[in-house]
């Protein structure tokens, strides 16, 4: 796609987005910038941005060009990315590793169950976006992802209309995603328990079962796009 003369934002499924930062990233002076792995000097492959110059094309080829060793336990991408990363910067590569408080890992907390929500605290902007989260990785790609799309669905950032497979048109309201992160695992009336909560706010993935019940029947009424095992 660089190779193309376009701008490229790649994104994993398990990608949760919050609100569309492609306009922020195009605005920025970055060449490339990517979500932090769990070290900030890592970069996780779930969610980079390449602008189109001769330094990030420079950078895949360079990627694509490395050998990894068979005794190196590690995801195949993001490792010869990262090696990749690290030679472009050396040569002059505009780069950033995108802020937690936007790009995150680490934007619900821990899923132990309170007894009431921590206070919200406004997050100053970091160099890049407005302080407020745009995507969250749920790191849903190595699990069957039920849980994680029971907590999704939960929130409210499941955003495909089920009866016809297509996405919604309403975009997410950030300040409320928020009000509901923050009440993640809260027991109570008000608090939103979900299948990622541990102890008594665990709950069972039935909005997700749902789900998926409802996109296997659309699914069936269109079998150009059935993939489903039976």
């Not at 921590?118 to 849980?147: F, N, Q, V, W």
């Not at 009866?163 to 928020?178: I, P, Q, R």
């Not at 695992?185 to 909560?197: E, K, P, S, T, W």
Request: charged fraction near 25%; include cysteine; glycine fraction near 6%.
């Amino acid at each position: 796609m660089l190779d193309q003369n376009r701008d490229v934002l790649v994104s994993d499924s398990d990608i949760a987005w919050l609100q569309d930062s492609s306009i922020v990233l195009h605005k920025s002076d970055l060449e490339f910038a990517a979500m932090s792995d769990s070290c900030q000097h890592d970069l996780n492959s779930g969610f980079v941005y390449y602008r189109n110059t001769p330094k990030t094309r420079d950078l895949l080829h360079m990627t694509l060009s490395t050998w990894r060793k068979s005794g190196i336990c590690a995801d195949n991408d993001q490792y010869l990315l990262n090696c990749g990363w690290m030679r472009a910067a050396v040569k002059g590569l505009k780069y950033g590793i995108l802020p937690e408080n936007g790009w995150s890992v680490k934007l619900v907390r821990k899923n132990r169950c309170l007894t009431e929500p921590p206070a919200l605290k406004e997050t100053a902007p970091a160099y890049i976006g407005d302080g407020r989260p745009y995507a969250y990785h749920t790191y849903g790609m190595s699990t069957s992802y039920e849980k994680e799309l029971d907590m999704l669905a939960a929130f409210g950032f499941y955003n495909v209309e089920r009866s016809t497979g297509k996405c919604k048109k309403v975009a997410t309201n950030v300040d409320e995603a928020l009000q509901k992160i923050n009440l993640s695992c809260v027991a109570g009336r008000d608090g939103i328990q979900h299948a990622m909560c541990s102890d008594s706010c665990k709950t069972r993935t039935k909005r997700a079962n749902d789900i998926l019940t409802d996109m296997k029947k659309w699914m069936r009424r269109n079998p150009v796009y059935y993939q489903v095992k039976q």
